[in-house]
C-alpha cells in the first residue's frame, strides 16, 4: 500500500473516531471532555492551515470554547479539507513552513505535518475516553479494528 493510500485510510478512521467521541458526548459529554474535543478539532483545523503553508499560529488558542453543534459542523468540513489535501504521493514531501502558538517559525513536510495531526487526535481521543472512564460512562468503541469490520 502506497503511503498516500494508507494517509487517507487513517484519516477516514480518524474521521469515524472522532465522530462516535462526539456523539458519546451527546449524551454523556462533562465539560472536560468537550473543551478536549474542541482542542482536538480546532488543532486539526489549525494543522490544515500549517499545511498550505506560511501559517502564522502566533498567540493562537488551541482550547477555545465551541458546542458540540459547531464541532459537528467543524468535524465534517475539516475532514473534507483533509480528503481533498490528500491528492498525490509527491505532494506528501512538500515543505510547509509556519509559526507555532509560541511564534517559534518550524518547516516540515506535509508527510511529518500529517502524522502528527493523526497522533494528536488519537491522543486526545484518549485523553477523553479516559475521563469519561472516570466519570462512570462507557465511553464508544473506537478501536481501528472496530472501524475495519464495519466498514
Known amino acids: ?31 472536560r471532555c468537550v473543551q478536549i474535543l474542541a482542542h482536538l478539532l480546532v ?5 490544515l492551515e500549517r499545511i498550505a503553508g506560511g501559517r502564522d499560529s502566533t498567540g493562537f488558542n488551541f482550547w477555545p470554547v465551541v ?7 467543524s468535524l465534517a468540513s475539516v475532514a473534507e479539507a483533509y480528503r481533498e489535501r490528500l491528492t498525490d504521493e509527491a505532494s506528501l514531501d512538500r515543505s510547509a513552513t509556519y509559526k507555532t502558538s509560541e511564534g ?9 505535518l500529517l502524522a502528527h495531526v493523526l497522533f494528536h487526535s488519537s491522543s486526545h481521543r484518549g485523553n477523553v475516553m479516559l475521563k469519561l472512564r472516570e466519570s462512570g460512562i462507557a465511553p464508544p468503541t473506537i478501536d481501528y479494528i472496530i472501524y475495519l469490520r464495519e466498514a
Do not use: P
Open 67 to 73: 458546542g458540540l453543534d459547531q464541532m459537528a459542523a
Open 1 to 31: 500500500m502506497q503511503t498516500l493510500d494508507h494517509l487517507r485510510e487513517m484519516f477516514a478512521y480518524n474521521e469515524w473516531a472522532n465522530r462516535r467521541i462526539l456523539d458519546a458526548l451527546r449524551s454523556n459529554g462533562n465539560e
Open 43 to 47: 488543532t486539526e483545523q489549525e494543522y
Open 104 to 112: 517559534v517559525e518550524y518547516t516540515n513536510t506535509w508527510r511529518e
